[in-house]
């Protein structure tokens, strides 16, 4: 299996919990992920396009290809990126595990939650790194479950958050890969590799991330495994509501919320060290 079922499912409302997300974490992800005109630039599992939209905006006169196995979502990340008018993009249907390009195709490549997806993202490193031309660079962005904890604390919603984490790995993914991206980009063959980890802090004092992250972005995520959690009996229904409760407590004046995520990037050669 090269691909994990998605724990998240493929609902409107996921995709705009998508596009929450990228939106609020615009400028923490993405600030310093800029390529010079001219370049030809792979997006490496597009899914509805809400990280493709920032990334076309980002380098203007990069010349983009974002690819998804899913034609769905090739069709949904299309109209978004239409509706925005933008014009430095090409989307193409593919999988990553065996994409129809020669080798050196591309400047650069960016990877943003896919691998977390993937039953075997080294495999998948691998098979893009002859994709980038010598000196190319690749980015990849991932988030870590295991890194949220808030204020007022729950030991409820820490169940809640290990359900979902649970339920990725039996669908072949894996819900902490943020915390693996040194090794796995090392161990694909990727040189120069250094990691940055992206916390996302929010308290009263950050509305904006109070609502667009706490309680759009991650605590929508929990919740949309509810059915399944309560149709396994992983939790009763009390202590799911009562979770995901405490969950939007820390939403209140007196809360707080803080998660990890990881950016990587790296070169496509041999090379033994790791930078944090």
Not at 20 to 44: F, I, K, M, N
Not at 103 to 123: Q, T, Y
Not at 157 to 169: K, P, S, V
Not at 194 to 207: E, G
Request: net charge negative; aromatic share 8%; hydrophobic share 35%.
């Amino acid at each position: 299996m090269d691909r994990a079922e998605y724990v998240h499912g493929y609902s409107e409302r996921e995709a705009e919990r998508l596009s929450d997300q990228a939106r609020t974490l615009t400028s923490l992800l993405h600030h310093d992920t800029r390529y010079p005109a001219g370049s030809r630039v792979l997006e490496a599992g597009c899914g509805t396009g809400a990280q493709t939209v920032i990334l076309a905006r980002n380098s203007p006169g990069a010349e983009i290809t974002s690819i998804d196995i899913s034609p769905g979502s090739i069709r949904h990340a299309q109209e978004r990126v239409r509706a925005e008018g933008i014009t430095n993009v090409t989307f193409q249907a593919g999988d990553l595990f065996s994409l129809p390009f020669a080798p050196a195709s591309f400047d650069h490549i960016f990877v943003c939650f896919v691998l977390e997806h993937l039953p075997d993202p080294k495999r998948a490193l691998t098979s893009l790194r002859p994709l980038i031309r010598p000196g190319g660079t690749i980015t990849v962005i991932e988030g870590d479950h295991g890194s949220a904890y808030f204020h007022p604390d729950s030991a409820g919603a820490h169940r809640a958050i290990r359900c979902l984490i649970d339920l990725q790995r039996e669908a072949g993914g894996n819900a902490l890969v943020g915390r693996e991206l040194c090794p796995l980009l090392i161990s694909a063959g990727y040189a120069d590799v250094q990691v940055s980890p992206r916390m996302v802090y929010v308290d009263a004092s950050r509305p904006v991330l109070v609502d667009g992250f706490t309680r759009q972005t991650f605590t929508a995520m929990v919740e949309g495994v509810r059915d399944t959690v309560l149709g396994r009996g992983m939790m009763t229904k009390d202590e799911w509501e009562r979770a995901i409760a405490d969950l939007y407590r820390t939403c209140e004046p007196d809360g707080v919320f803080c998660y990890t995520f990881f950016k990587a990037t790296g070169t496509a050669a041999v090379h033994k060290d790791c930078r944090t």
